[in-house]
């Protein structure tokens, strides 16, 4: 299945959450991306907090450029959107900072 675009989840601990909303507003004062709500608990098969930024193709290689200096010590997991939900959390997949394990129980 072709990529359609991207999503980048921004991981924060509770401590870390100022600095997630922060990297989520420059992201999106940079690319013109929409941010998602900000979950202080793991959903879906994300391991912790996290925020959803929604990015279409072609920003996609400016943000790739952008989020390694921007990200601090926060972890950014990228993802391509294909409509096929195991494939872009396994194959589709791009770390910024320490990879984490994702909870793949809710794509069974």
């Given at each position: ?23 989520a507003?420059?992201?999106?004062n ?54 096929n ?24």
């Amino acid at each position: 299945m072709p990529i359609k675009g991207y999503h980048a989840h921004i991981y924060f601990d509770p401590a870390e959450i100022e600095a997630a909303r922060a990297f989520a507003k420059a992201a999106q004062n940079a690319f013109g991306m929409p941010v998602g709500h900000f979950h202080t608990s793991p959903v879906g098969p994300h391991p912790r907090g996290s925020c959803q930024l929604s990015l279409r193709p072609e920003q996609f290689a400016q943000f790739a450029v952008w989020a390694p200096e921007a990200r601090g010590d926060l972890t950014i997991f990228a993802h391509g959107v294909s409509g096929n939900d195991l494939v872009d959390h396994t194959r589709y997949v791009i770390w910024f900072g320490q990879s984490e394990a994702l909870d793949m129980s809710v794509f069974d």
